[in-house]
């Protein structure tokens, strides 16, 4: 689990604007998180990161969620529905190793 909050945080790290950009007056970035099930830790984790690099919902930053309730059949969908909601970045999360 530690080694997947990791992956999420390190994926918006790299796909999220410099600290400096986030300070951009009137900007709002958002970023979508997609994962098989709730992962709510993960989400936490990458609001903290991102609140640490200036990021502040909702004044420059929306984390939109979508959830694929154990159905890896709903996944194309819920991408197809972060694509038009104009995500900025997306963070995409595997299911855990058995």
Wanted: proline share 11%; charged share 20%.
């Amino acid at each position: 689990m530690k080694r997947l909050a990791a992956a999420v945080f390190g994926l918006a790290l790299f796909a999220a604007p410099p600290a400096a950009a986030a300070q951009a007056a009137g900007k709002v970035y958002r970023v979508g998180f997609l994962a098989p099930g709730p992962t709510p830790v993960n989400v936490a984790a990458l609001r903290e990161g991102l609140r640490e690099l200036g990021y502040v919902e909702p004044t420059n930053l929306i984390v939109e969620t979508r959830w694929g309730d154990g159905r890896l059949d709903r996944l194309p969908e819920l991408v197809a529905d972060l694509v038009r909601s104009a995500s900025t970045s997306s963070s995409p999360t595997a299911p855990p190793r058995p």
